[in-house]
């Protein structure tokens, strides 16, 4: 069973929003934090953002930067990422994974969804 469900995805013009969401199943990670990473077809998985178990500490890739916000909901075992003024280079499959320790760092997410397709139209 994949621990973490992700959902929101969708087909969205530049400069539109769209919230993305990210339940967990089977456990609770509410001691974990939470990253989002996202693969654009040909590349690589990078970085997204994440936030800590505490919710006090979040953290950006430099691209998102001032347009996505994550946040969580511990007593819902959710995790959230806000998407405004998305641009065409966004689209890619995004996937939301836990890790133990507060990294951006792929390998140290042990647990990982199965992902959700965002497609921006310019």
């Known amino acids: 069973q994949v621990p973490l469900v992700e959902s929101g995805g969708g087909l969205v013009q530049a400069g539109g929003s769209l919230r993305l969401s990210c339940a967990a199943s089977?456990?609770?990670?509410?001691?974990?934090?939470m990253g989002w990473f996202r693969r654009a077809p040909e590349k690589e998985r990078e970085f997204v953002a994440a936030i800590s178990w505490t919710v006090a500490d979040t953290y950006y890739a430099d691209s998102v930067k001032g347009r996505f916000t994550i946040s969580r909901n511990n007593a819902k075992n959710t995790v959230y990422l806000q998407m405004s003024d998305v641009k065409p280079e966004d689209t890619a499959v995004y996937y939301c994974?836990?890790?133990?320790?507060?990294?951006?760092?792929?390998?140290?997410?042990?647990?990982w969804g199965q992902g959700t397709q965002v497609t921006v139209s310019s």
């Open positions: 994974a836990a890790s133990r320790t507060i990294t951006r760092a792929v390998s140290s997410y042990g647990y």
């Open positions: 089977g456990r609770t990670f509410s001691s974990y934090t």
